[in-house]
């Protein structure tokens, strides 16, 4: 199992920027995907941003352009630099690794206000 650790969710106006990190230990497989995902009550899980271990990188459409996924493979942990914030990307942001397993971290809220 992996554990994760998020943290740098919070209130910010639109048009501000915001940036999220998660640390990921325990049960680390070396081929594996860590990236970001968000959900509002009532709507599905949506995609924000994925990142493999050899690079590859995915985005959400609603994202693309404004955030911006990287990694630091020797420390197992994923950014998310998230600028020109709208007040639709509000959410709770869930970072995920993809290994032999999925897991998931507690969640981070960002909020923005207009």
């Known amino acids: 199992q992996v554990q994760l650790v998020e943290s740098g969710g919070g209130l910010v106006q639109a048009g501000g920027s915001l940036r999220l990190s998660c640390a990921a230990s325990?049960?680390?497989?070396?081929?594996?995907?860590m990236g970001w995902y968000r959900q509002v009550p009532g709507k599905e899980r949506e995609l924000v941003a994925t990142?493999?271990?050899?690079?590859?990188?995915m985005y959400g459409d609603s994202v693309k352009g404004r955030f911006t996924i990287s990694r630091d493979n020797a420390k197992n942990t994923v950014f998310l630099q998230m600028n020109s914030l709208k007040p639709e990307d509000t959410a709770v942001y869930y970072c995920?690794?993809?290994?032999?397993?999925?897991?998931w971290g507690q969640g981070t809220q960002v909020t923005v206000s207009s």
């Open positions: 995920t690794f993809m290994g032999l397993r999925i897991d």
């Open positions: 990142i493999s271990s050899g690079g590859s990188i």
């Open positions: 325990g049960s680390i497989f070396s081929i594996n995907v």
